[in-house]
T-cell receptor
Framework: AQTVTQSQPEMSVQEAETVTLSCTYD???????LFWYKQPPSRQMILVIR??????QNATENRFSVNFQKAAKSFSLKISDSQLGDAAMYFC????????????FGAGTILRVKS | GAVVSQHPSRVICKSGTSVKIECRSL??????MFWYRQFPKQSLMLMAT?????????EQGVEKDKFLINHASLTLSTLTVTSAHPEDSSFYIC????????????FGEGSWLTVV
């Protein structure tokens, strides 16, 4: 079974600074998806970024980028120029590539942004 | 706007009664929907996978007779908490899967259930 590990229960970052959230996973599959979701206090799950395992290039979405190391099974999220609105719980998630498969979530990291 | 709508967003029910939560995909057909439960400051715990027209697949440890899931159409799945008890109080979230946009999963807004 696939597992996702987020080893940082909480992180803090100063506004405008950069922070990196860690995620490792375990799978025997060669093709899969990896995601970072943000859950603000409203509890709405928001997709931050997505990476297909077959793509070597790291995904980027504006201030958010990932460092995907397939061999090491590592998928960290870097948030640049942190903003107060980035404060949330962040979940790393894995999904097998076939349609209809479930998301496997990590335990989450609470990100606090200091002004 | 939201592509997956969940209703009600908050519900309070008396212990021993049943309560139904709906999950609708608004502008796409979702052959698969997922139901999660989330405790405060914890991750999402998958309860069951709901496939249209067939019985739901429950995760280990989830009581299928207590958490009834119905996926009668391609746009609607329901979760019914039967004979609710205070320990069933939680945040429940649904998500729907579609081939659109590369097999993306969309989440509903979630439902707070309080059993008194």
């Amino acid at each position: 079974a696939q597992t996702v590990t987020q080893s940082q229960p909480e992180m803090s970052v100063q506004e405008a600074e950069t922070v990196t959230l860690s995620c490792t996973y375990d799978t025997s599959e060669s093709d899969y998806y990896l995601f970072w979701y943000k859950q603000p206090p409203s509890r709405q799950m928001i997709l931050v970024i997505r990476q297909e395992a077959y793509k070597q290039q790291n995904a980027t979405e504006n201030r958010f980028s990932v460092n995907f190391q397939k061999a090491a099974k590592s998928f960290s999220l870097k948030i640049s120029d942190s903003q107060l609105g980035d404060a949330a719980m962040y979940f790393c998630a894995y999904r097998r590539m076939e349609y209809g498969n479930k998301l496997v979530f990590g335990a989450g990291t609470i990100l606090r942004v200091k002004s | 706007g939201a592509v997956v709508s969940q209703h009600p967003s908050r519900v309070i029910c008396k212990s021993g009664t049943s309560v139904k939560i709906e999950c609708r995909s608004l502008d796409f057909q979702a052959t698969t929907m997922f139901w999660y439960r989330q405790f405060p400051k914890q991750s999402l715990m998958l309860m069951a996978t709901s496939n249209e027209g067939s019985k739901a697949t429950y995760e280990q440890g989830v009581e299928k007779d207590k958490f009834l899931i119905n996926h009668a159409s391609l746009t609607l799945s329901t979760l019914t908490v039967t004979s609710a008890h205070p320990e069933d109080s939680s945040f429940y979230i649904c998500s729907a899967s579609t081939f659109r946009a590369g097999n993306t999963i969309y989440f509903g807004e979630g439902s707070w259930l309080t059993v008194v």
